[in-house]
């Protein structure tokens, strides 16, 4: 059975910094990719960042280029991701999401799978 659970959130001021996990179980990981995406309240889930463990390859959302990072552990299982200087709109809940696939599917239907996310709060 896939799983992935998601932790780190949590209620930060503005300008600082937090480090999302998502652990994945129940499948082959370099063989998929996952991604990042954030839903805040009354919008649309946006993906933010992903990689693809096949070749380690990353995408960045516009608007958090320079200041997510997203990076994985093979041997854990797990794909973090950093975010540095905060903002109030950064303010959401954040899901990982995992596919077989190679490279980074566009949109949530590029997903087969989903963590139950986690929130983040950004204070100004």
Do not use: H, M
């Amino acid at each position: 059975e896939v799983q992935l659970v998601e932790s780190g959130g949590d209620l930060v001021q503005a300008g600082g910094s937090l480090r999302l996990s998502c652990a994945a179980s129940g499948f082959t990981f370099d063989d998929y990719t996952i991604g990042w995406f954030r839903q805040a309240p009354g919008k649309e889930r946006e993906g933010v960042s992903c990689i693809s463990e096949s070749d380690g390859s990353t995408v960045y959302a516009d608007s958090v280029k320079g200041r997510f990072t997203i990076s994985s552990d093979n041997a854990k299982n797990t794909v973090y991701l950093q975010i540095d200087s905060l903002k109030p709109e950064d303010t959401a809940v954040y899901y990982c999401a995992a596919v077989r696939a190679f490279g980074c599917p566009v949109g949530v239907r590029g997903y087969d799978y989903w963590g139950q996310g986690t929130q983040v709060t950004v204070s100004s």
